[in-house]
């Protein structure tokens, strides 16, 4: 019958369907607006990028200057009252009810696109149907979805023009800088939201992007899953993408004793898997232990210590430092292992333009946290000199 449309369809045939129609749209926006124009992590084949750029034009009368642009604004303002998207400063609710509308308004921006718009796609084409038309597409899609699925196809379509604004400028620039957990201690509030790598292609291990934002590959740890980096492997297996960068890897190589300049320029390269690993190694072992010796009366303060202690200084707020300043006048041990945490990073944002100053200073450090006393402080300091930008030959 008509109202069954062409491909006449059981409701939950046209359910499986639709998720594909979405998944395609997903991958369209994490393997080619994301990580190809935005950060230029991977290269595509000429004719991929432009079934991606039309696939886009009919699902989300999205244009590609247009969403590079504000997503690299994004990354250059993070939390701050430029940010297009953030939800520290707009509120989260805001993000999540009318993320789109946002990246309307930042659009009609002509200095965000000039400043932060370049290398995107300016042919015939673009301007004369995807820019010039750009709700020919969608209106195109709802004929289709009408034509293939009868009645249902509105539904269909509906959900098609829902799926991005909902996932990725809700869901993604909203949850994922507000809830979730964190692997590294970056600049900004941005977090992993897990199960939904699926449904989002990976853009949910957001906290992994933003400290690593050129990185083709977004999952770090062994038990996430990067749907999208799934993707560009079966491209480039295809030879229809090129992956330029992904996440250095650290390197480290038992026995080594002797720190050098290899050693310092590894950790500069890994230095938020190494304040990972001093979050984990140091800090949380230590929380647990003063735990155990601190009254009764004052265990309180040690409350949410192992996340304040670890986290991004930038990012704490007056309250955040008041309690880490009374939980460490009960322990002097903490306030040890908080201080040289600060001090570690403090190298490199003092000294990483002059690899001499770095080497000195890491050694420096080294040599105070050795001569601590603290058990796991020398532990990580001996682990420190492992570091190589070469992995250990066999």
């Given amino acids: 019958m008509w109202y069954n449309g062409f491909l006449d369809l059981s409701a939950w045939q046209v ?8 998944h395609v749209t997903i991958v369209g926006v994490t393997v080619y607006l994301h990580r190809y124009s935005a950060h230029r992590s991977l290269e595509l084949n000429a004719g991929l990028k432009h079934f991606f750029r039309f696939w886009l034009w009919l699902t989300t009368a999205q244009n590609t200057r247009e969403w590079t642009a504000i997503h690299r604004k994004h990354h250059a303002k993070c939390e701050t ?9 707009k509120g989260l609710g805001t993000v999540m009810r009318t993320g789109a509308e946002l990246y309307r308004k930042e659009a009609e921006n002509p200095e965000t696109l000039r400043i932060y718009g370049k290398n995107c796609p300016e042919d015939w084409i673009e301007r004369n149907l995807y820019s010039r038309f750009r709700h020919t597409g969608v209106i195109l899609m709802l004929v289709i979805d009408l034509l293939l699925f009868g009645a249902l196809g509105l539904t269909v379509w509906a959900v098609q023009m829902m ?30 939201l897990v199960p939904w790598g699926i449904i989002v292609g990976g853009e949910e291990l ?8 050129n990185s083709a590959k977004l999952s ?7 749907m999208g980096w799934a993707w560009i492997k079966l491209f480039t297996w295809l030879r229809l993408a090129r992956v330029q960068r992904v996440a250095p890897i650290a ?6 004793g002797q720190l050098d300049m290899d050693t310092a320029m590894a950790i500069l390269n890994n230095r938020f898997q190494i304040m990972a690993q001093y979050r984990k190694l140091v800090i949380a072992p230590l929380v647990q232990q003063e735990l155990s010796k601190v009254d009764e009366s004052v265990r309180h303060q040690f409350r949410r210590a192992k996340r304040l202690l670890s986290r991004e200084t930038s990012l704490l707020d007056e309250g955040h430092h008041l309690h880490i300043q009374k939980m460490l006048e009960h322990s002097h041990p903490l306030k040890v292992i908080y201080e040289k945490r600060l001090a570690l990073q403090q190298i490199w944002a003092r000294t990483s333009s002059n690899g001499h100053d770095m ?36």
């Fill in 251 to 256: 390197h480290r190589v038992e026995g080594k």
């Fill in 163 to 192: 799926w991005i604004p909902f996932w990725a400028a809700g869901v993604i620039n909203g949850l994922g800088h507000a809830v979730g957990y964190r692997n590294f201690e970056c600049r900004d509030a941005a977090t992993n």
């Fill in 206 to 213: 957001h906290n992994n992007h933003h400290t690593y934002p």
């Fill in 220 to 226: 770090v740890k062994k038990w996430e899953f990067d």
């Fill in 81 to 89: 009252v430029d940010d297009p998207h953030s939800p520290v400063i």
């Fill in 15 to 22: 359910v499986a369907v639709t998720l594909l129609l979405t």
């Fill in 359 to 394: 080497l000195a200073a890491i050694k420096d450090w080294i040599q105070e946290a050795e001569a601590s006393g603290i058990h796991s402080l020398r532990d990580f300091a001996t682990q420190l000199k492992t570091y190589s930008l070469r992995p250990a030959v066999a």
